[in-house]
Structures are given as C-alpha cells and as structure tokens.
C-alpha cells in the first residue's frame, strides 16, 4: 500500500511539473502566427482542431439535458417580423505537425474551412407554425430565400524563430475555392379546396465556382482520384506575420496579405426540384435531388473576387497576470471593421479553463470550456454562444462547440 502511493504521488508530481495549460487558446490559430510557437512542447506537436458554429433558432445545449425536445415554431415565426429566417453554419477542420529545433520551429497545416449562410422564405415557416389558413380562408404561401456556401482548402507553412524573450512567426499559405456557390431557394404551395389536397413545390438554383475540375465527378461517385499538385495548381498565396514578446507577453500580427489570388477555371449549375403533395392524410414526396453540371473549364474569374472575401487584418494581445491570465485582444479587418474581445484564462492543477467574450463586428460571442493536459497528450473542448445582441449570449442559444487533441513531446 505505502509503494502504490509512493508511485501514485510521483506520477502526479510528474503530471505538476510537465503539464502545459497555455497551449491552447480560443483564438490561437488565425490570430497571430507567432502563437503557434507560444507556450508549446519543446520538439514535436501533433494534433487536430474542429470548430463548428451553428446559429439557428431550433436547438441549443440545454435541449440535450432535457427529457423531450420542443420546438415552437410558432415563437420562431413571431420574432422574424416579416423577414426571412436566417441559418449560419461555419465549420473549421485543421490538422498539423510541428517540429522544434534549437531556436528555430516549422509546422505543416492543412485547414478545411466552409462557411455557409441560408436564408428561408418568411413563408415556409409561416406554413410550419400556424398553417395556410388566415380568418378562415386557405391562402397560397410563397416565397424567395438564398443559400451561399464558401468552401476553402488551406495548405500552411509555419517558420518561427524563438528569441530568449520573443518569438516571431511567418506563415505562407496557398488557398483554393473548393466550392462557391451562389444560389436562390424558391417555395410555393397552392390549396386544392374542392379535391381537399395541399401541393407544395421547392426548388434550388445556383452556380458553383471552383478552382477543381471534378466536383461533378466527386458529387456522382464519391470518388477525387487526383494528386495534391492537381488539387493545388490554381491556388492563391497569402502570408501572415506575427511578433510575440514572451517576457511582457504581447504581441501584433498583420494577417492574411494575399500576395496572388487563386485562379477560379471551373463554373457549374446546380439544380434541385421537388415537391409534396398532401391528399387524404397521406404525404406523397418527389424528392429534390441535386444536379451538378460542368459548363466551362475556361473561366476567368478569382478568388477573393473582392477584398471582403479574405479581408487583410492587424492583430493586437496584451496578457496581465492577476490570479488568472487576462487577455484583451483586438483584430481590425481591413474593409470590414474591429473586432475585439477578452480572454480569461488559467489553470486548476493540469486542467485548464477559459473564459472568452468578443464583438465579432457582426455578433458577439461567447467561448468557454476546459481540457486535461498531461503534457505529452491534451485535450481541450468548449463550448460556444454566439448572438446578435450582447444580452442574449449568456442564453447559449444555438449549437457551437471546439475541440483540439494535441500530443506531442
């Protein structure tokens, strides 16, 4: 009994003194470059990151705690006010490899990033909630809504040199449009009184602009048979610089300077129809299956088209050590506006906590969430809020979440 303690009391010793908790931050990875150096291993690095955030007004966290899950349509339908209802999904996967030698650091990434934003008619969910009937009469419901999807494959390469009280950071990255699409949803359903039937039509309708020649091919089969210089061979470069001063920790970057714009050679139509039609009780469906057609290997179009796709932006951290890390943080996108935030953060033996408030120009967020960290492998998870008005972002009102695995020596 008294050796197993021994051994349990060494190994937590060993757990004490080897854990790492400022490893990871919320906003590591786009930030700065110089931060992928900042308070890592000391030889190898390994690890993965995804991020998913999904604004919606259907389900949050707190449903899953709960024994059944409500969704009142009725109240989503009420605070649209007219307007259209918006959905945004953005999803960041990232992995890398990092090798440290000496004073000096090179990591490889690959980042998958999309973002998409849909817009559905007013209509439809007036339908859902309260039906087509308004003072006792059936009516026609109609309606025009928009979907854009922004799909982007990264390949990045990080050089850092580590001083004894700074850390400066290059990453040179190329970039290629996976997918751009830019469609229209239509919606339109008409009452048959006398043959007691309700027919609803829907359809979508876009062009997808891309710097690969296969999304056809990959839509119909599932099958990319294509090397990475195929792949990549009309990608675009940026590059990022960052600064870090460990011993007052701060630091400031200017970010994604597009030193040549991907080449945008292929353009495709999308096409989706389908229909329901309610008669009897029963529900007969014509499923929307989409279409994709090559129309032109020859395009001469770029990406970014303009500078709001991939805006240029300055970075700016401040750490001031209390009980806790406090780090006000600041990114001024060029065009676009600042965003700003701060960041809480520590740690309870080797778990480490965070606490993230930011105005992201066009809504506020909310990131909080904890890891374990043993040093040679850590695990960190949040959860995110994220909302147009900064006293709903306490409320967790959609479904948001990070999480990073890294292992390493």
Same mark, same amino acid.
């Given at each position: 009994m008294k050796k197993t303690s021994i051994i349990l009391f060494i190994f937590i010793i060993g757990i004490l003194t080897f854990s790492n908790p400022t490893i990871n931050k919320p906003w590591n990875y786009s930030f700065n470059p110089a931060l992928f150096d900042y308070g890592t291993r000391n030889l190898i690095d390994i690890?993965?990151? $995804?991020?998913? *955030? #999904?604004?919606? =007004? #259907? %389900?949050? #966290?707190? *449903? /899953? /705690?709960?024994?059944?899950?409500? %969704?009142? /349509? !009725?109240? %989503?339908? *009420?605070?649209?006010?007219?307007?259209? $209802?918006? %959905? !945004?999904?953005?999803?960041?996967? +990232?992995?890398?490899?990092? +090798?440290?030698?000496?004073? /000096?650091?090179?990591?490889?990434? #690959?980042?998958? &990033?999309? !973002?998409?934003? +849909?817009? $559905? =008619? !007013? *209509? +439809? @969910?007036? $339908? @859902?909630? &309260?039906?087509?009937v308004e003072n006792g009469d059936l009516v026609d419901l109609s309606g025009e809504g928009i979907i854009n999807t922004d799909i982007l494959l990264e390949d990045n390469n990080y050089f850092s040199w580590i001083g004894k009280n700074s850390i400066i950071g290059i990453n040179i990255s190329n970039f290629a449009p996976v997918a751009v699409l830019r469609g229209n949803i239509t919606f339109k359903q008409t009452p048959d009184i006398e043959n007691a039937t309700l027919n609803i039509d829907y359809s979508l309708s876009g062009k997808v602009y891309s710097s690969f020649g296969i999304l056809d091919k990959l839509i119909d089969n599932g099958n990319m048979d294509l090397g990475y210089n195929d792949i990549m061979k009309y990608s675009g470069t940026k590059i990022s610089i960052g600064y870090i001063s460990k011993k007052d920790r701060w630091g400031v970057s200017l970010n994604d300077i597009v030193l040549n714009k991907a080449k945008v050679k292929y353009e495709y139509t999308l096409e989706a129809t389908g229909n329901l039609n309610v008669a009897d009780l029963k529900v007969i469906s014509d499923n929307a299956t989409p279409i994709i057609e090559k129309i032109s290997e020859t395009l001469d179009k770029e990406y970014p088209e303009i500078s709001l796709d991939l805006p240029m932006n300055i970075s700016a951290f401040y750490t001031f050590n209390f009980l806790f890390d406090i780090t006000p943080h600041l990114q001024y996108f060029f065009e676009k506006g600042l965003a700003w935030g701060i960041n809480i953060d520590g740690n309870l033996l080797f778990i480490p906590f965070w606490f993230d408030i930011s105005n992201n120009i066009d809504y506020w967020s909310l990131n909080t969430g904890f890891g374990i960290n043993l040093h040679i492998l850590d695990l960190n998870v949040s959860v995110k809020s994220n909302t147009a008005d900064f006293g709903d972002v306490f409320d967790f009102n959609n479904l948001s979440f990070e999480l990073n695995v890294a292992a390493g020596i």
């Open positions: 690890g993965g990151n $995804l991020t998913v *955030d #999904f604004e919606q =007004p #259907f %389900i949050n #966290f707190g *449903d /899953f /705690f709960k024994e059944e899950m409500i %969704i009142d /349509f !009725n109240e %989503i339908y *009420d605070n649209l006010k007219g307007e259209n $209802l918006d %959905i !945004n999904l953005e999803a960041n996967a +990232l992995m890398y490899g990092k +090798l440290h030698l000496w004073m /000096f650091s090179y990591a490889k990434s #690959f980042n998958l &990033y999309s !973002n998409t934003k +849909l817009s $559905l =008619p !007013n *209509d +439809l @969910i007036k $339908l @859902i909630s &309260y039906g087509n």
